[in-house]
C-alpha cells in the first residue's frame, strides 16, 4: 500500500495499539508479526522480496512497537507510512536475528505470530528462548483487523465499484467460441483498466465446469447453452475486491432459470440476515435453508461468506458454528450457489458491510440473469 494508502503514522499506530490491547485481553506476551498482510495493515510497510533474512515487528505491552529489518531493507522500512510509529532495529550479515529479536521479548511468554511466518524464524526464536510459546494469529486474533473503519470502507467500496465495473464491460464481450482463459484474461485486463494494482483470480466456469466452485479457468471453448460463473476480485489500493454473476450464452431453459432464481433469493436471504449482533452463522442459514426448500441442499458446497479487507479472504467467516456476532464495520461476501455435477452451476456473490441497522451492498450489478453473445 506504500505510495497509495490515505492513512497517517497516527492511523497505524492506533491499530499497533489496538492489537497490544487485544493481545493482552487474550492472555498474550505480545505479537510477531511477519511480513504479509497484518504487517501492511499495522504499518504499511511491504518489503520489495520476502527472503530468509528475518524481519518482524514486535508488539508488547508496554513496550513500543519495534520493526526488526536486515540493514540493507532498512532504507525502504523507513519510508513506509507506518514508520514514525515505531523503532526500527536492523541487523546485519552475520549477525543472529534471533538474539536481537529475543532481547525484545519475555523469555517465558506466549506469543501471537503471523499465520505465514516461516517455520525456520518461528524454529530460531524457540531455540534462543525455549521457554516460550506461540499461538497462529488466526486462532488467537482473529478478528483482528475484523472491524473497518471509515477510510477503509471507503477503499472497499471504491474497490467493489470497480469490479462492478469489470462486469459490465465483460458482459458485453463474445463468450460462444472462446475458451474460459480468453474470457479470465479479458477479466484480468478489465480489473487492472478499472484500477486493481492486484489480480487474485479470475474464475470463468463454464457448463460442467461450472460445477466446480474453484475451477478457475481451463481450456475448454464456452458454447451456446452454457451457464458460466464468473467470479472475480484482487486488490485495489490495497483492498480487496470479490464478486461473482452467473451469465447465460444465449436464452436459459426452464430449469436452469429456477436454479438461478433459487440462488439468487438464497443470496437475498442471506443479504436480509446482516444486523449487528446477529450470528454469523445467522447468515449462513438463512442463505441455505432457501436453497435447501427448493430440493438444492445437497449441491451447496460451502460456506456463505469469507471476510475481506487487506486481503481477498479473512475472518470473519459465515459458515455453520460461527457463533461470533456481527459488528459495524465488518466486511464479508454473501455467495450461496448451487452445483450439479456434470451439469452445470450457479454462484452470485456480493461483498456486504454490517451497518449500525443491517447491512450495505458493495456490489451493485444486477443479480438477475445476464445473457450473453
Known sequence: MTGTTPFTAADYRARMERAVRSAADAGLAGLLVAPGPDLVWLT????TAVTERLTVLVLAPGRDP????PTLEAPDAE????????????WTDGADPYAVTAALLDDRGRFGISDNAWSMHLLGLQRTLPGTSYAALTDALPMLRAVKD???????????????QAFEEIRKLPFAGRRESDV????????????????????VGSGPNGANPHHEVGDRVIRPGDMVV??????????????TRTVHVGEPTEEERRVHDVVR??????YQAVRPGAACQDVDRAAR?????????????????????????EPPYMIEGEERPLVPGMCFSVEPGIYLPGRFGVRIEDIVTVTEDGGRRLNNTTREMVTVD
Open 184 to 203: 479470465g484474461r479479458d477479466l484480468a485486463g478489465l480489473l487492472r483498466r478499472f484500477g486493481h494494482e492486484q489480480v487474485d483470480f479470475t474464475i
Open 289 to 313: 435453508a432457501v436453497i435447501t426448500d427448493a430440493g438444492y441442499g445437497a449441491y451447496f458446497i460451502h460456506r456463505t461468506g469469507h471476510g475481506i479487507g487487506v486481503t481477498t479472504h
Open 265 to 270: 433469493a438464497a443470496q437475498e436471504a442471506g
Open 66 to 69: 519495534v520493526l526488526v529489518v
Open 44 to 47: 504499511g510497510y511491504a518489503p
Open 230 to 243: 464468473l467470479d472475480f476480485g484482487g486488490l485495489k489500493d490495497g483492498y480487496g475486491s470479490d464478486t
Open 150 to 164: 471509515q477510510a477503509e470502507l471507503d477503499l472497499l467500496a471504491a474497490a467493489g465499484a470497480a469490479a462492478d
Open 79 to 90: 519510508q513506509a507510512p507506518g514508520a514514525p510509529a515505531l523503532t526500527l532495529r536492523d
